[in-house]
């Protein structure tokens, strides 16, 4: 059974280049929510995906977007890339309610130079 | 504005040692989850206590959720190296679980 996976891995952009994230959530799981990490902290929710419309949404400029396809995969796309959007990003899935617990992916780790 | 306030932050302990981090709000939460990160990877459930008092064992951690669901403790005897780890805890608020309220993680170190 497929866990959460995210691609690519490891990415690095220039400053002002847009970037776009992807994830493939857990068999049977219908929600994606993406998350940013700086290094040695908590995750920091940018949205959540349900049935294809974002339901939830952190303190995040517009920059992030995203997007929930039929198949409950989804992007994340950063627009306008700064210096401080270098993060480990991650995707995790649930059931619909969170009382089941995330699914992480391992991360995408972004790079802005 | 929810929060989960998670303690310590830090923790740098032998092995063998016994240690305890907290997760206290002041906020109701359908359940507590506790997860364990290492560097580069993304955060691996441990553990969901839902019932008020509950206690949980996984080995030698013992996961502990509060009589009023709005504190948790986690518990780990007998330390060992590879228990090294960011550990976070994470609370799906009462009337709002779709979304999960996380504390900041406590960073632990076990020197061999």
């Known amino acids: 059974d497929a866990g959460v996976t995210q691609s690519p891995t490891h990415l690095i952009k220039t400053r002002g280049q847009q970037v776009t994230l992807r994830c493939s959530p857990k068999?049977?799981?219908?929600?994606v929510s993406w998350y940013q990490q700086a290094l040695g902290q908590g995750p920091q929710f940018i949205f959540q995906?349900?049935?294809?419309?974002?339901?939830q949404r952190g303190n995040f400029p517009d920059r992030f977007s995203g997007h929930q396809f039929p198949n409950y995969s989804s992007e994340l796309n950063v627009n306008a890339l700064l210096l401080g959007d270098s993060a480990l990003y991650l995707c995790?899935?649930?059931?619909?309610?969170?009382?089941?617990?995330?699914?992480f992916g391992s991360g995408t780790r972004l790079t802005v130079v | 504005t929810q929060l989960l306030e998670q303690s310590p932050q830090f923790l740098s302990i032998q092995e063998g040692e016994n240690l305890t981090v907290y997760c206290n709000s002041s906020?109701?939460?359908?359940?507590l989850q506790w997860y364990r990160q290492e560097p580069g990877e993304g955060p691996v459930l441990l553990v969901t206590?839902?019932?008020g008092g509950e206690v949980k064992k996984l080995k030698r951690l013992t996961f502990q959720f509060g009589d009023a669901r709005k504190d948790s403790s986690l518990h780990i005897t007998a330390a060992q190296p590879g228990d090294t780890g960011l550990y976070l805890c994470?609370?799906?608020?009462?009337?709002?679980?779709?979304?999960?309220?996380w504390g900041l993680g406590t960073s632990l170190a076990v020197n061999p």
């Open positions: 995790a899935s649930s059931r619909t309610a969170a009382n089941y617990g995330y699914t």
């Open positions: 068999s049977g799981h219908d929600t």
């Open positions: 995906y349900y049935e294809e419309e974002e339901r």
């Open positions: 906020s109701v939460f359908s359940s």
């Open positions: 206590v839902v019932t």
């Open positions: 994470a609370g799906a608020p009462a009337g709002n679980n779709r979304k999960l309220i």
